[in-house]
T-cell receptor, first 112, second 119 residues
Framework: GNSVTQMEGPVTLSEEAFLTINCTYT??????LFWYVQYPGEGLQLLLK?????DKGSNKGFEATYRKETTSFHLEKGSVQVSDSAVYFC???????????FGAGTILRVKS | GAGVSQSPRYKVAKRGQDVALRCDPI?????LFWYQQALGQGPEFLTY????????KSGLPSDRFFAERPEGSVSTLKIQRTQQEDSAVYLC?????????????????FGSGTRLTVV
């Protein structure tokens, strides 16, 4: 079945550091890939998505590229801020579905 | 309302007790989902409604779990005879579309969840 594996956290960075959170997936066909973010006390929010190979999703300075050859969708940001501290979830949905399969989440802590 | 509302925010139940968790989706959203998020894990799919029809309940872990959405708006997730392993955050999400996520820019809107602790 479909599955998502993401790097374990917590990831602790200083403000303005470069961020990478690794995500790899296993799926049949051509899934869509997503990054969701969960700020303390809030619901999950869609951060970005990509629906086909080589697509790049981007939002709020975050980027991720759908790499089918490596089955990866790594999240990157060039310069993190304290306000980026949150839990980040990589997820996929099947080619025709609307059900999400999530990774375990990665806690990001950014220190000033 | 402006977002997906879930109540209660926190629920402590004694083992064996029945509980009911409520979800108020965004008005007009036809799709509604329930997910279960155990501590330190990502959310796991439980069930999906399109209006009042429960189209997928493949993620419900046992027959103690039951969900309904009788009028196509508010949904209730009921857990009978709660067990300690049921302790988790239960998330509700709604969407205005019924087609695949790949074909839509909307995605889901998630509620803040109900944290259930079974003691």
């Amino acid at each position: 079945g479909n599955s998502v594996t993401q790097m374990e956290g917590p990831v602790t960075l200083s403000e303005e550091a470069f961020l990478t959170i690794n995500c790899t997936y296993t799926a049949t066909g051509y899934p869509s890939l997503f990054w969701y973010v969960q700020y303390p006390g809030e619901g999950l929010q869609l951060l970005l998505k990509a629906t086909k190979a080589d697509d790049k999703g981007s939002n709020k300075g975050f980027e991720a590229t759908y790499r089918k050859e490596t089955t990866s969708f790594h999240l990157e940001k060039g310069s993190v801020q304290v306000s980026d501290s949150a839990v980040y979830f990589c997820a996929l949905s099947g080619e025709y579905g609307n059900k999400l399969v999530f990774g375990a989440g990665t806690i990001l802590r950014v220190k000033s | 309302g402006a977002g997906v509302s879930q109540s209660p925010r926190y629920k402590v139940a004694k083992r064996g007790q029945d509980v009911a968790l409520r979800c108020d989706p965004i008005s007009g959203h036809v799709s509604l989902f329930w997910y279960q998020q155990a501590l330190g894990q990502g959310p796991e799919f439980l069930t999906y409604f399109q209006n009042e029809a429960q189209l997928d309940k493949s993620g419900l872990p046992s027959d103690r779990f039951f969900a309904e959405r009788p009028e196509g708006s508010v949904s209730t997730l009921k857990i009978q005879r709660t067990q300690q392993e049921d302790s988790a955050v239960y998330l509700c999400a709604s969407s205005p579309i019924i087609t695949s996520l790949a074909r839509s820019n909307y995605g889901y809107t998630f509620g803040s969840g109900t944290r259930l602790t079974v003691v």
